[in-house]
C-alpha cells in the first residue's frame, strides 16, 4: 500500500470516526458513510494506478468492510444497553396492588343500603382475598337472644361459600354485661389482634379446620368465619372493616315486626298450619318437633324461612289458640339448619361468647346444650339452645321452667 492510499484510507477512518454518534437515530446515517467511503476509494484507486492489482485491493476492501460491520454490530450492541438503561430510568415504578372488590347484584346492594337506612350502622370488609369473590347474600334478623338485631352476609367463589361476616347490635346499654363477655373472649382466644382501635380475637376450633374471628366494641359485636382463607388473609379481611366511629352513633333499635292486626280466621289458620308442616316435612329441611308439651299447649304457628344468604330458619309457637288470636304464645322454637353458614362448632361458640347472659352447660340426647333462666319476677325469655351435627335449636318462653323446657327438648327427635 503506497502513501497515497495509505492517506486516503486514514482520511476515510477520520470520516467514519467524526461521523459516530452513539445514538440510535444515527445508525443509518453510519452504514450510508461506510459505503459511500468505499464506493469513492474504489473511484480514487481506479483513477490512480491501472498497476493496482485486485490482489492488492482486495485486503483493503476486506478490512474496511470489517471495521464497518465491526462498527455498526458495536453502535447496535452499545444502543441496546443504552436503550435498557433508558427504559429502566424512565419506567414509572410498579404501581401497587390494586384493590380487588367484591361483586354484587343489585338487588343485594339495595338491601344493604336499606339496612344503613334502618339506623344500622354496617360496617362490611372491603378486602377481597382473590378475584371473583361475590357477595350472595346480606339479610337482617332478629338475634336469638333478644330482640337486637344481627346481620348476616355469605361471600362465594365459584358457587362455593369461602366467607361469613356477622354484625350483631349488643344489648342495649349493658356495658358490665359487655365486660364479662370481653374477658370470656379473651379466655377463649388463642391469639388476639388489634384492628382499627378494636381487638379481634381467634377462638380455637380444634374440632375444624375453619378459623373464627371475633372483635366487640361498645355498640357491636363482628364475627368472621372462613375454612378457605388462611390466617394471614382473614387478618387482612378483619383490618379492612371501618371500624373509625363506630360507637359513636346510637344502637339501633329492636326489630320492628309487622304485625297483621285484621281479626285472625281460626279455622283458616290451623289448616294453613297443617299445609305448612305438611310442606316442611316433604322438603329437604328435616324438622324437629316435640312430642311433649307443658300444660298441653298446642302448636299455634309454624312457618318457614328462606333468606338470600341461603339462611333457612323454622319457626313454630305453641300455646292457645285464643291467645295466638291476641299476640300470646307460651314456647317459641326457632330451627336454624347449619349449611354452610355455621358449623357445630362454630355454633357452640357462638352461644358460649356471643349470646349474652349466664348460661349452664348441659346435654339433650347427647347434643351439647345450654340454658338461661330468666331472673323470677322479671320480663324477659328463658332459654334453652341445642347444637346438633346440622340444626341450631333456640327454645325460649316467657312463662315455662327449666325442668318442662328440658323434658320438651328431650322429646324432639332430633
Known amino acids: ?49 491501472s498497476k493496482f492489482s485486485k ?25 441496546k444497553e443504552n436503550l435498557a438503561v433508558t427504559d429502566t430510568e424512565s419506567a414509572t415504578p410498579p404501581a401497587t396492588e390494586q384493590q380487588i372488590e367484591y361483586t354484587m347484584s343489585e338487588e343485594i346492594s339495595s338491601e344493604i343500603q336499606r ?10 370488609p372491603s378486602y ?8 350472595r347474600g346480606v339479610n337482617i334478623t332478629q338475634s336469638t337472644s333478644g330482640p337486637e338485631p344481627i346481620i348476616r352476609g355469605l361471600y362465594d367463589y365459584q358457587g362455593e361459600t369461602v366467607l361469613i361476616f356477622e354484625q350483631k347490635a349488643n344489648s342495649l346499654g349493658n356495658q ?56 394471614e388473609e382473614m387478618v387482612k379481611i378483619a383490618r379492612s372493616i371501618d371500624l373509625s366511629n363506630i360507637d ?34 316433604n322438603s329437604d329441611f328435616r324438622l324437629g318437633l316435640p312430642t311433649y308439651i307443658p300444660n298441653q299447649k298446642e302448636l299455634v304457628n309454624i312457618s318457614k324461612k328462606e333468606f338470600s344468604n341461603g ?31 355455621k358449623t357445630k362448632e362454630e355454633s357452640i361458640l357462638h352461644v358460649k361468647n356471643v349470646i349474652n347472659g349466664t348460661k349452664e352447660e348441659l346435654t339433650v340426647q347427647g347434643n351439647p346444650a345450654f340454658f338461661h333462666m330468666k331472673p323470677i319476677n322479671e320480663e324477659g325469655l328463658s332459654s334453652l339452645w341445642i347444637i346438633t351435627e346440622d ?24
Not at 339501633?252 to 290451623?270: F, T
Not at 341450631?392 to 320438651?408: A, H
Open 1 to 49: 500500500m503506497n502513501h497515497h492510499e495509505d492517506s486516503n484510507l486514514t482520511d476515510s477512518l477520520k470520516k467514519l470516526d467524526n461521523n459516530i454518534h452513539w445514538k440510535q437515530q444515527r445508525q443509518q446515517q453510519i452504514r450510508t458513510s461506510i459505503v459511500s467511503e468505499i464506493q469513492q476509494m474504489e473511484t480514487q484507486n481506479t483513477k490512480a494506478s
Open 55 to 79: 490482489k492488492t485491493f482486495a485486503p483493503l476492501l476486506a478490512m474496511v468492510m470489517i471495521i464497518g460491520l465491526s462498527v455498526t454490530l458495536y453502535l447496535s450492541a452499545s444502543n
Open 115 to 124: 339496612i344503613i337506612h334502618s339506623g344500622f350502622d354496617l360496617r362490611l
Open 128 to 135: 377481597a382475598p382473590k378475584d371473583g369473590l361475590k357477595i
Open 176 to 231: 358490665e354485661q359487655l365486660n364479662q363477655q370481653i374477658e370470656d373472649l379473651q379466655s377463649a382466644a388463642i391469639n388476639q389482634f388489634e384492628a382499627d382501635g378494636a381487638i379481634f380475637y381467634r377462638l380455637d376450633n380444634t374440632d375444624t379446620n375453619r378459623i373464627s374471628l371475633l372483635a366487640m366494641t361498645k355498640n357491636y359485636t363482628f364475627s368472621l368465619y372462613s375454612a378457605s382463607f388462611s390466617e
Open 248 to 281: 359513636t352513633k346510637a344502637i339501633p333499635a329492636p326489630l320492628k315486626i309487622e304485625v297483621d292486626d285484621s281479626p285472625l280466621d281460626l279455622e283458616l289458620h290451623q289448616t294453613q298450619i297443617k299445609e305448612r308442616k305438611t310442606d316442611i316435612m
Open 311 to 341: 339462611l333457612e330458619l323454622v319457626y313454630t309457637q305453641y300455646g292457645t289458640m285464643e291467645g295466638f288470636a291476641d299476640g300470646k304464645w307460651d314456647i317459641a322454637i326457632q330451627q336454624e339448619k347449619l349449611t354452610g353458614l
Open 391 to 414: 340444626y341450631f335449636y333456640t327454645i325460649v318462653s316467657p312463662s315455662v321452667d327449666r325442668e318442662e323446657l328440658i323434658k320438651l327438648a328431650e322429646s324432639i327427635n332430633y
